[in-house]
């Protein structure tokens, strides 16, 4: 089993910046690929930005720019550094993980518990 664990969420001002970390464990040496989903109140989780072991990079249009994801595959985690927040990325943020890009893009076999990011405008 592989556990996943998020940190770095909050509470920022408009055009402010964050980074979320999650650690993984357990069988984390079988995840290639690690990524963020989010949910916002109301709405549907969707997928944010996602990489894969060897640093291939995914992220949703209304992202790019702004949030970079990076990982330590020695260290098991990933990272989102968010810069230029804005209110509308308010949501709960969750790690996923899985065995392939394809497979953490789409449909993730992990799940960390979620962190909570607020944007005040």
């Known amino acids: 089993q592989v556990q996943l664990v998020e940190s770095g969420g909050g509470l920022v001002q408009a055009g402010g910046s964050l980074r979320l970390s999650c650690a993984a464990s357990?069988?984390?040496?079988?995840?290639?690929?690690m990524g963020w989903f989010r949910q916002a109140p109301g709405k549907e989780r969707e997928f944010v930005a996602a990489i894969s072991r060897d640093i291939i990079t995914s992220y949703r249009d209304s992202v790019k720019g702004r949030f970079a994801i990076s990982r330590d595959n020695i260290k098991n985690t990933v990272y989102l550094q968010m810069n230029s927040l804005m209110p509308e990325d308010t949501a709960l943020y969750y790690c996923a993980a899985g065995t392939s890009f394809r497979e953490v893009i789409t449909e993730p076999n992990y799940w960390g518990q979620g962190t909570q990011v607020t944007v005040s405008s």
């Open positions: 357990g069988r984390a040496f079988s995840l290639n690929a």
